[in-house]
């Protein structure tokens, strides 16, 4: 019965949380059959994902001619990856990854010249605002692990994950200035939040590059690896487990605390926190640890 009654109330609160995924649709001129329809055409390179029995998936951007720039297709795929994971009940972190030598090199600059129209550029900005944002949002830890360049959107793309580990040698820059163009997947405002607008500015302004010991001066990286390159998620693997070891429901129950913290003002943010509370307070995690009357000395 109080079982039945904490998956009542965990039902109600997932359900609230899906409500506030993405960030734009129709009521905001935007249209995504259209924009699907035209990121199809523009194919090359693949987003795939392997979910793991430990609770952590590793997501792998590769397009490995194009030193894994996003062809419209990928972004596609990203989208469909990222809706899987809202869908992954047992999920408790993600590795976001780089196949061979590089993280990502941005948007590829075939489909960019295709979609170079005011238009178009709107939808897929919207599109990629949108997919970054559940990605950012997603109830589950989040790690970039940056091996080789991270450039222009490949750059933004990092900022949307909670953490960012960066091997020896790597580097994240915003070259966008140099394209005449500004960040417009989200990178500039998510930047801001991470280092601060007097930093985010000069990062931005100068296309700076990024080196590791820089990028965790500033608070923009979280450590650096020294693997090779083939046992860096390995590596990663094991930076991310301390985080999100135990119950599911209680590591997904804190990044949704986080998120609604960042997300909205704080009196919002606190009943927010409550109605969170209410998901793990009685359930079986909860139980257990009161059976066990663990102490943390
Ligand atoms: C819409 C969001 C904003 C954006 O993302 S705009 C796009 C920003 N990205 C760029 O402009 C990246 C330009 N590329 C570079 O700076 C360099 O290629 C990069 C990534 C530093 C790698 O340098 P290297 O290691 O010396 O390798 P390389 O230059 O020989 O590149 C190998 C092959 O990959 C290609 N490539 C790299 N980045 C690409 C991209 N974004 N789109 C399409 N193709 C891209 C590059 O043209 C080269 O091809 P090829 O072997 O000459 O046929």
Redesign the pocket.
Known sequence: MALNLWRCVMKRAEARWCLYRSLYNSSHGFNESEVKRKLAELSGGSVKLCKGENGIAELGIS?S???N??SGTMMLELEERISDLEKWKEGKGLIVYGTE??FC????????KAISNAKDGLM??MF?QNTLTRLQRLPLISVALIQ??A????A?LCTACDFRLMTEGSEIRF??K??G?V???GGASRLIQLVGSRQALKLLSGALRIPPEHAISIGLADGTLSSAADSALEEAQKWITPYTKGAANVTRAMKKLIVCGREHLFEDAIRKEKDIFATVWGGPSNLQALSERTKYN
Request: glycine share 20%; hydrophobic share 30%; proline share 3%.
């Open positions: 397009n001619s194009r030193k720039a996003l030598d590089t090199s941005g948007g590829d600059l075939n489909t960019i897929m900005c990629m080789g360049k450039i222009g959107g490949g933004e070259v966008h140099h394209m163009i960040p417009g997947w």
